[in-house]
């Protein structure tokens, strides 16, 4: 399969638009936002991924890479746009995958190869088969209850499995699950892959396929909420949690990851909900996870503010606070379900103190903390009479704090 066509050109969708135009595909990446569609055809990229720019140019200059609007016919169809959660009980919502679905059914063709990537609940592949259905009545597509029935259009749902960070390397060298609505598109499916992956490509169909991606990050999710209460519990023994974990893990079976301020980015702190929103009365674990990892950056700011609050006693009526990184890991730019961000947007709500923020890894504060000051390091350093440390940047490691600050300290830096 020669032809390639990427929807979303974000930080999933450019590295897999590039990559299989690395590896000899012609590839046309698509995406609503003009300035990442001008900037990707000048070879240059518009989000934070060591290794990727370099790939991103070199695909460009040849003219295996093109960033457009607007789809073309393709042997294959990617789907990489967002899939976040509307409303309290945390709903998916679907509504980009169906525009996609919209705008793609009238290029498409006998024989021709859709997968969804997106992060989804179980049944949205079905869904988006749905959609494509109701604009195209003129050709026949795959039906997750009949597996061996053939169809005009193959249609398989193949999740991403790569680290902000280390995606570049992760996305060839990761197996990958492969999940078809019938076997044929399994099979299909792999063929586009095979262009560049190394790892397995293990075969099942595609609603296993979207529970496996969703049972991976809310493991993860459950693992992270049992470090993040451990650390509550501890600061209310007055015990160092951080020592606490390192003792505990030279068991030879215990592994606690570490604490932080919360969970952020698309999948781990969105995924989850996904299990929940659709069974609610079974998911009792994942539940107590999410809800504990999502009061993690309250817990935060009731450190913070019970620091300011003991400043203003001392006759400081408006302490400044230096909030340490807003991504959601350490050494990106990726802010999507930050807790940091999170943390200092209420922050900022409350007023209760002149707030810094310090993120090296980005250029302007984006939207809702417009009210910010962006700040340097060194700045934050000079004149916080509180820094709290949220995100483990390198950069903050490097860094020799200030004797005289009271720090707060939520990664374990210190």
């Excluded at 705008?103 to 988006?128: C, H, N, W, Y």
């Excluded at 980005?362 to 350093?381: V, Y």
Aim: hydrophobic share 45%.
């Amino acid at each position: 399969m020669k032809n390639i066509c990427v929807f979303g050109l974000g930080y999933i969708g450019l590295p897999t638009a590039a990559m299989f135009a690395h590896h000899g595909a012609n590839v046309i990446g698509v995406d609503i936002n003009q300035h990442a569609v001008d900037t990707i055809n000048q070879g240059k990229i518009h989000i934070v991924e060591p290794g990727l720019e370099a790939i991103v140019k070199q695909s460009v200059d040849k003219g295996n890479l093109k960033a457009s609007l607007t789809p073309v016919h393709s042997d294959a169809y990617l789907i990489a746009v967002p899939t976040p959660f509307k409303g309290q009980d945390h709903e998916p919502d679907l509504s980009y995958i169906q525009a996609v679905s919209k705008a793609l059914a009238p290029l498409l063709q006998k024989g021709d190869v859709v997968i969804l990537e997106s992060t989804s609940p179980v049944g949205a592949t079905e869904k988006m088969v749905e959609w494509l259905a109701e604009e195209r009545s003129d050709l026949t597509f795959p039906k997750y209850h009949e597996p061996d029935v053939e169809a005009d259009i193959f249609v398989a749902y193949c999740p991403e499995r790569v680290l902000p960070g280390k995606v570049v390397e992760e996305l060839i060298v990761n197996d990958r699950v492969i999940g078809g609505m019938t076997r044929q598109s399994t099979l299909k499916a792999k063929e586009v892959y095979q262009r560049f992956v190394t790892g397995e490509l293990l075969a099942t169909n595609s609603r296993t396929a979207e529970m496996a991606k969703l049972t991976e990050n809310a493991f993860r999710d459950v693992n992270i909420a049992f470090a993040n209460e451990l650390s509550i519990i501890a600061d209310k023994l007055d015990i160092n949690v951080w020592e606490l974990i390192e003792l505990a893990n030279h068991h030879p079976r215990v592994n606690i990851l570490q604490p932080g301020a919360g969970v952020g980015g698309h999948c781990i702190a969105v995924d989850p909900w996904f299990i929940v929103n659709k069974n609610p009365n079974e998911a009792k674990i994942i539940r107590a996870a999410r809800e504990i990892n999502d009061y993690k950056p309250e817990w935060v700011i009731e450190k913070i503010s019970a620091e300011v609050d003991k400043l203003k006693t001392q006759g400081i009526e408006k302490p400044t606070v230096a909030l340490l990184g807003l991504a959601f890991k350490p050494n990106i730019d990726d802010l999507r379900e930050s807790p940091a961000v999170s943390i200092a947007q209420k922050m900022l709500n409350s007023a209760s103190a002149n707030v810094l923020l310090v993120e090296p890894n980005i250029d302007k504060l984006p939207k809702g903390l417009e009210s910010g000051k962006l700040a340097t390091l060194k700045e934050a350093m000079d004149k916080a009479d509180i820094i709290a440390i949220l995100v483990a940047h390198d950069e903050f490691k490097k860094e020799r704090l200030p004797n005289d600050t009271k720090v707060i300290d939520a990664v374990g830096i210190i």
